[in-house]
């Protein structure tokens, strides 16, 4: 299976600061996802970036794939109360498989 | 529409009860997959399908049984529950594999 390890564990920041969480895979891959998940609820979907892309913007979200070196990073800038939640990347390969996730805390 | 739909939302099962999940999209999906999320964890891979007739296993298979005989519906059945099977479970589809996943609200299941 293809697991995405996602770094840190956890992240506590400061509102208005941005939150960079990274994650790595270890064989090729199609593309690569990233969710959110807030309070035990479902995932949302967030982005979806293409191996054939090296980074992507959504909002205030902006996501890096680099496949030399098996990484993705998600940049969450000027980050709100509301972005509390547990973040997870799922990269695209023959099983989908999520990792433990970033649990990020934005405090006031 | 509905999006993807999971009954119930809560269950409490006592040991070596059997019972269905149910999980339903009605977006043409041809991707459905059942994941566990245990407290603080992440999610874990129990089955998925590719379309109707296809199944497979995921991550942690034992215990639990699928099936697909329509695009619509994918259902997880516990044949013999465990204390080790509480836990909450989603169900998630996609139009094809590796794309946009939509998930269920999940269900919170307690064996006793």
């Known amino acids: 299976s293809q697991q995405g390890e996602e770094d840190p564990q956890a992240l506590s920041i400061q509102e208005g600061e941005n939150a960079t969480m990274n994650c790595s895979y270890k064989t090729s891959i199609n593309n690569l996802q990233w969710y959110r998940q807030n309070s035990g609820r479902g995932l949302v979907h967030l982005i979806l970036i293409r191996s054939n892309e090296r980074e992507k913007h959504s909002g205030r979200l902006r996501v890096t794939l680099d496949t030399s070196k098996k990484s993705s990073s998600l940049l969450i800038t000027a980050s709100r109360a509301a972005d509390t939640a547990s973040y997870f990347c799922?990269?695209?390969?023959?099983?989908?498989?999520f990792g433990q996730g970033t649990r990020l805390t934005i405090n006031p | 529409n509905a999006g993807v739909t999971q009954t119930p939302k809560f269950q409490v099962l006592k040991t070596g009860q059997s019972m269905t999940l149910q999980c339903a999209q009605d977006?043409?999906?041809?991707?459905m997959s059942w994941y566990r999320q245990d407290p603080g964890m992440g999610l874990r891979l129990i089955h998925y399908s590719v379309g109707a007739g296809i199944t497979d296993q995921g991550e942690v298979p034992n215990g639990y049984n699928v099936s697909r005989s329509t695009t619509e519906d994918f259902p997880l059945r516990l044949l013999s529950a465990a204390p080790s099977q509480t836990s909450v479970y989603f169900c998630?589809?996609?139009?094809?594999?590796?794309?946009?996943?939509?998930f269920g609200s999940g269900t919170q299941l307690s064996v006793l």
């Open positions: 977006m043409n999906h041809e991707y």
């Open positions: 998630a589809s996609s139009y094809n594999m590796g794309e946009k996943l939509f």
């Open positions: 799922l990269p695209g390969a023959q099983k989908l498989v």
